[in-house]
């Protein structure tokens, strides 16, 4: 079935420092993909999306690229800041609905 | 404009209770989805809700049910507690289908089992 890897946490990075997050997927069609965030005591956050392959989708500083030939979208940010400091989830949804695949989650954590 | 809101954040069951847990979506949403997110995993689908019924279901066993209100409103409901469904319970809203309607989710419901 459809599935989502992402890159292990803890990440630890210093203030202005380049963040990648790596992430992969699984699946039988041609799914979208997302990026959320999930800040301390909050809920889900959709970050950003692509919806087909060579897409880039950003937000906030952050950007990620659908890239269907190593069924990637890895996360970057030129720049982080201690506010960046949270939980990332890559997913995907594929099809006609609303049903999202979430990878396992990165917690990133940024030092001033 | 209330996002979506969920009651209550915090449940201690002993094993074996049941329990239910309410969601009221983001106003113009009519879809509602519920996800259990287990300490250190990503969120999983449980189902969806649309006109009141389940439209799709996740790798839950029948213990988990759901409901969708005429005001789009929703429960989950947990019979037969186990210790490993503390978890914390997300739901989404969305309005209409398909991927580019994007999900709104709450902050949540911390269930845990004793």
């Known amino acids: 079935g459809d599935s989502v890897t992402q890159m292990e946490g803890p990440v630890t990075l210093s203030e202005e420092a380049f963040l990648t997050i790596n992430c992969t997927y699984t699946?039988?069609?041609?799914?979208?993909l997302f990026w959320y965030v999930q800040y301390p005591g909050e809920g889900l956050q959709l970050l950003l999306k692509?919806?087909?392959?060579?897409d880039k989708g950003s937000n906030k500083g952050f950007e990620a690229t659908y890239r269907k030939e190593t069924t990637s979208f890895h996360l970057e940010k030129g720049s982080v800041q201690v506010s960046d400091s949270a939980v990332y989830f890559c997913a995907l949804s594929e099809g006609r609905d609303d049903k999202i695949i979430f990878g396992k989650g990165t917690r990133l954590h940024i030092l001033p | 404009d209330a996002g979506v809101t969920q009651s209550p954040t915090h449940l201690i069951k002993t094993r074996g209770q049941q329990v239910t847990l309410r969601c009221s979506p983001k106003s113009g949403h009519d879809t509602v989805s519920w996800y259990q997110q287990a300490l250190g995993q990503g969120p999983q689908f449980i189902f969806q809700?649309?006109?009141?019924?389940?439209?799709q279901r996740g790798n839950f066993p029948d213990r988990f049910s759901g409901h969708q209100f005429p005001n789009y409103s929703s429960e989950l409901n947990v019979n037969a507690l186990l210790l490993g469904d503390s978890a914390l319970y997300l739901c989404a809203s969305s309005s209409g289908q398909g991927a580019n309607s994007p999900l709104h989710f709450g902050n949540g419901t911390r269930l845990t089992v004793t």
């Open positions: 699946a039988t069609g041609y799914p979208s």
């Open positions: 809700y649309y006109e009141e019924e389940e439209r």
């Open positions: 692509a919806t087909k392959a060579d």
